[in-house]
């Protein structure tokens, strides 16, 4: 049973920085694919950051250039640096993954808190 445990959360103010880190534990279904999602209060899930199925990484429009997503295939493990963060990017964030080549995230981890104050 694959399991995704997020870290890296918590309060930071206007313009600060955060790395959020997804480990993907047990095993694995390659080739595979990791992405960063996020749910702000009373607000639909939405998509951050990905992977295309060439590899390359692709992200919201919102986020772009402040933020980027990195993994270690080696660890299992994808990363998100968000930098100059804005109150509007207040979240849960969670990371799921996906089996190529499909499109579909079917797992999904427990989430990480972020809080930009003003």
């Known amino acids: 049973q694959v399991q995704l445990v997020e870290s890296g959360g918590g309060l930071v103010q206007a313009g600060g920085s955060l790395r959020l880190s997804c480990a993907a534990s047990?095993?694995?279904?390659?080739?595979?694919?990791m992405a960063w999602f996020r749910q702000a209060p009373e607000k639909e899930r939405e998509f951050v950051a990905g992977?295309?199925?060439?590899?390359?990484?692709y992200y919201r429009d919102s986020v772009k250039i402040r933020f980027t997503i990195s993994s270690d295939n080696a660890e299992n493990t994808v990363y998100l640096q968000m930098n100059s963060l804005k109150p509007e990017d207040t979240a849960v964030y969670y990371c799921?993954?996906?089996?190529?080549?499909?499109?579909?995230?079917?797992?999904w981890g427990q989430g990480t808190q972020v809080t930009v104050s003003s």
């Open positions: 799921a993954v996906r089996t190529l080549p499909s499109y579909e995230y079917r797992l």
């Open positions: 047990g095993r694995t279904f390659s080739p595979y694919a």
């Open positions: 992977f295309k199925n060439g590899g390359s990484a």
